[in-house]
């Protein structure tokens, strides 16, 4: 069974920047593509980006899309997302999610792995 874990949330200021990372230990990390998600208290689990096996082709949320890069790291079997110009609004834990299929999807429901998530708070 796969495991993922996040790592490097934290309380920021809004305008700061974080970088999160999430090391996978599912087989061949490089077979799988990879998302973040977030999810606020009262809301639902949301997508926030996604990046292909070869790291060629990302996808985001439209309110991030100028603010968040993912990236990945094949041979450290670790995936990114570097968090620039945080609001409070990005507010979340934020979870990273593996899925053994080639192409991006926005839907949580289809990654069948998932980490603990890690907390990240932005204050105004």
């Known amino acids: 069974q796969g495991q993922l874990v996040e790592s490097g949330g934290g309380l920021v200021q809004a305008g700061d920047s974080l970088r999160l990372s999430c090391t996978a230990s599912?087989?061949?990390?490089?077979?799988?593509?990879m998302g973040w998600f977030r999810q606020a208290p009262g809301l639902e689990r949301e997508f926030v980006a996604a990046?292909?096996?070869?790291?060629?082709?990302?996808d985001y949320l439209d309110s991030v899309k100028d603010r968040f890069t993912i990236s990945r790291d094949n041979a450290k079997n670790t995936v990114y997302l570097q968090m620039n110009s945080l609001k409070p609004e990005d507010t979340a834990v934020y979870y990273c999610?593996?899925?053994?299929?080639?192409?991006?999807?926005?839907?949580?429901?289809?990654?069948?792995?998932w980490g603990q998530g890690t907390q990240v708070t932005v204050s105004s």
């Open positions: 599912i087989g061949t990390f490089s077979t799988y593509t």
């Open positions: 999610a593996a899925r053994g299929l080639a192409i991006i999807n926005s839907d949580p429901n289809r990654y069948p792995y």
């Open positions: 990046i292909t096996r070869s790291g060629t082709v990302k």
